[in-house]
């Protein structure tokens, strides 16, 4: 019973970091995107959880939603209307088609990572999926905000699959630190170029 | 008292105090003296050994705890902090006699802390993360203010981002098979990760991109600072691999991946640098050029292949010293380094110019400059192996020094009529004729950095002893 009610929420995380992850490809307004990062990172948590202590999952889950305020934060005191981007931008079939392509391509990868490491399916097809979505970010956007998300996405999952192979409290902690330095980085890039300019 | 609180906490906490400060003179005089003593110390203060002074007796210990891990610096590693701090010395002491950002000594410092605790760290793994930290604190150096973050800085981070993971997965992987050494699949899967990690982390070939990028968009001599440091520790980290795990070192197919490797990285830097008009650019494929005669020379294996590895250093780190501090002396009066807008500037700038020259001359390893001694040293350990390989690495220095003749052709093509004099500042001048000094001595007598290249080997078990 319990295990089916752990099987259940592992679906339901991977279904939230599937769905996140390819509206963030899709997304072009930077308040849609801190928001489904967030919510990324409730997934990861999800995913994370059957691996880690609570209390460690929920470090990596505040950790996660703080890289989100700092980045939001530094977005909200920079944002000009020249910046304020369409929602659905143009070139949205080649974003779905190739999200498409890395969903079934993280799929096959996932049946012989999770029989590898001994995880469940849902865990490392989701932890793929960020991957590859993060990589998929990274190929398609120059632009500095986008570039941190990709690599959030990136770390995001990693984390998920390393967390099943280690355990390690250390570890753990500085790849929280990991992540919020990038996400200052992040803001320090979206920041600097304004405020030289004022 | 301990090694790690003196190399790694003390630096780490006077990078804060200096962050603070705000006259750079201050901060470059603070920073080269404390590097200085810290290179003295790793020359003089032997580790977990009593020191005995007067009637005070005290101890340094190799090894502090975190968390349950360690930090451990003991006395074979004193040959690499002094080559560490005493090459950050001559970074830090440099930096007054030029506009960098004021920040570059305070964070300069912390991420030559960050890069010696990675090398420190027990286990290994968590290395990555601490370079990982170190690439993240350099971003404020590498940026130019006022301007969004070049593609050359987001695919440095980029690049040494993705190598973490795989740096880590391998560390676990690397325990499976200390736990069950014959495992076949286990292996491979490692050496694939590793191969990633370290490809990432080096800019090896097709990773290598953000070299000439960030070298054409960010100040000179801070890229420079950051192509010492990074590659350095990262070889010193990569060697410890290989010291530390047996079927690594002596897998058959490591030789050959290794040049072939670093022979693709001495190729395409070599002859991508003959084509540049950039004068970053060039000296960007210099560096990737010099990282893949490291790789090369380490494909050689045995004492000889560590001993021309060891010997490329000082070289490398002079060249890179003087052709920097030249091209930021350069763009602080021109408004691009392109060669166009560098014609004829050799009759009003002529140390910082005949600099940029000779330091591309000596790391394309011509004869008389510090470069030489290694790289002859390296081609003649070739050829015995394999001519073809030692034809291709020369293809690969001559596409340099085509290009060093460019740019000396672009600083000599002035007016008839334009005088000679020199703009650089007195201290400018002193700096960079020490530096051709320095340049052409090592290249006359290399036994005179024999004494810091005999005892490197000291710091691995099996390599190279």
Redo the contacts between chains.
């Keep these: 019973m319990a295990g089916d009610v752990t099987s259940i929420l592992n679906w339901s995380a991977f279904l939230m970091a599937l769905v996140t992850s390819v509206i963030l490809i899709l997304h072009r307004n930077w308040r849609w995107a801190i928001g489904l990062l967030a919510l990324q990172y409730l997934a990861v948590f999800l995913l994370i959880q059957t691996h880690f202590p609570i209390s460690m999952s929920t470090a990596k889950l505040v950790s996660g939603w703080m890289a989100c305020v700092v980045l939001g934060i530094a977005q909200l005191t920079t944002i000009s209307k020249e910046d304020i981007v369409d929602s659905w931008p143009q070139g949205w079939i080649f974003r779905i088609f190739t999200a498409g392509i890395i969903i079934a391509a993280t799929f096959a990868l996932a049946l012989r990572t999770s029989a590898w490491l001994g995880i469940s399916m849902s865990t490392s097809w989701g932890s793929l999926l960020l991957i590859g979505m993060g990589l998929l970010h990274l190929g398609i956007s120059s632009q500095p905000f986008r570039v941190i998300l990709g690599l959030l996405t990136i770390l995001a999952g990693f984390e998920i699959l390393y967390a099943a192979v280690e355990s390690s409290t250390l570890v753990a902690a500085l790849l929280s630190a990991v992540n919020l330095g990038l996400a200052l980085t992040g803001a320090y890039f979206v920041v600097l170029p304004r405020e030289e300019r004022q | 008292m301990s090694a790690p609180l003196l190399w790694i906490f003390l630096p780490i906490i006077l990078a804060g105090i200096l962050l603070l400060v705000r006259n750079q003179k201050v901060i470059a005089l603070i920073a080269s003296i404390f590097t200085f003593l810290l290179t003295l110390a790793g020359w003089l203060l032997p580790i977990d050994t009593a020191i005995k002074i007067g009637t005070l007796t005290f101890n340094i210990a190799s090894s502090v705890d975190?968390?349950?891990?360690h930090l451990i610096l003991n006395s074979t590693d004193s040959s690499l902090l002094i080559l560490i701090f005493g090459s950050a010395t001559i970074w830090f002491a440099v930096t007054p006699t030029l506009i960098t950002a004021r920040r570059m000594v305070s964070l300069g410092l912390a991420i030559i802390a960050l890069l010696v605790a990675a090398l420190a760290v027990e286990p290994f793994?968590?290395a990555a993360?601490?370079i990982?930290?170190s690439v993240?604190i350099s971003?404020?150096l590498l940026?130019v203010?006022?301007?969004?973050?070049s593609?050359g800085l987001?695919r440095f981070?980029?690049f040494q981002?993705?190598a973490?993971?795989f740096i880590?997965?391998s560390g676990?992987l690397l325990a499976g098979i200390e736990a069950n050494p014959g495992e076949i699949g286990l292996v491979q899967q490692a050496a694939i990760l590793i191969g990633f990690g370290f490809s990432f982390l080096l800019a090896i070939f097709p990773f290598h991109s953000w070299i000439p990028l960030l070298a054409e968009e960010s100040p000179p001599y801070t890229v420079g600072f950051i192509l010492w440091m990074f590659p350095t520790v990262t070889i010193f980290f990569g060697l410890g691999f290989l010291d530390h795990y047996a079927w690594l070192r002596d897998a058959p197919a490591l030789g050959i991946i290794l040049k072939t490797a670093g022979l693709i990285m001495v190729i395409s830097g070599g002859l991508l640098a003959a084509f540049q008009n950039h004068l970053s650019r060039v000296m960007g494929y210099a560096v990737i050029m010099e990282t893949g005669a490291s790789i090369l020379s380490l494909s050689l294996g045995g004492n000889a292949g560590m001993n021309i590895f060891l010997m490329l250093l000082i070289p490398r780190f002079l060249s890179l010293v003087l052709w920097t501090m030249s091209l930021a002396i350069l763009r602080e009066h021109s408004s691009t380094l392109l060669l166009n807008d560098v014609r004829g500037l050799g009759r009003l700038y002529p140390y910082a110019t005949s600099a940029v020259v000779l330091a591309s001359l000596a790391l394309a390893g011509l004869p008389l400059f510090a470069g030489f001694p290694p790289h002859l040293a390296l081609w003649d350990r070739l050829a015995s192996t394999s001519l073809p390989v030692v034809f291709w690495a020369l293809i690969g220095n001559l596409g340099l020094i085509f290009s060093s003749i460019r740019i000396l052709i672009a600083f000599s093509s002035a007016p008839d009529e334009t005088r000679w004099e020199s703009r650089e500042s007195p201290a400018q001048r002193i700096v960079l004729a020490i530096g051709f000094l320095a340049l052409f001595l090592l290249g006359l007598f290399p036994q005179w950095a024999q004494s810091l290249w005999t005892r490197l080997p000291g710091i691995f078990t099996h390599l190279g002893n």
């Excluded at chain 2, 975190?66 to 891990?69: D, E």
């Excluded at chain 2, 203010?145 to 973050?149: A, C, E, T």
């Design positions: 975190i968390l349950g891990r793994l968590y993360l601490l990982e930290m993240l971003m404020p940026e203010p006022s301007r969004r973050p593609n987001l981070l980029i981002t993705l973490m993971p880590l997965f676990w």
